[in-house]
């Protein structure tokens, strides 16, 4: 991923905006990436279909799935 400088935006704008068309741009404070910039574009992309998401309590979850769920959760644990 391409990096900017926080204090080097206002010298390289285009640049930023150029690079953030191909694909997201890392803005680094201190050397360390702290925010992102992308197209529009990307960011729909990710963000698509985040309303349709619904949380659950576990207790109303059907039986036959609940077990289901607790024989892959023992796996997972089993093999580590």
Not at 5 to 20: P, Q
Not at 31 to 38: E, G
Not at 59 to 65: G, I
């Amino acid at each position: 991923m391409k990096q900017f400088a926080a204090g080097d935006l206002t010298r390289n704008t285009s640049d930023l905006f150029e690079a953030a068309t191909v694909a997201p741009v890392a803005i680094t404070k201190h050397r360390k990436p702290r925010f992102v910039v992308m197209s529009m574009e990307r960011f729909q992309a990710l963000t698509a279909g985040r309303g349709s998401q619904v949380a659950l309590d576990v207790a109303d979850m059907p039986e036959d799935l609940g077990s289901f769920l607790d024989q892959g959760i023992e796996e997972h644990f089993r093999d580590r």
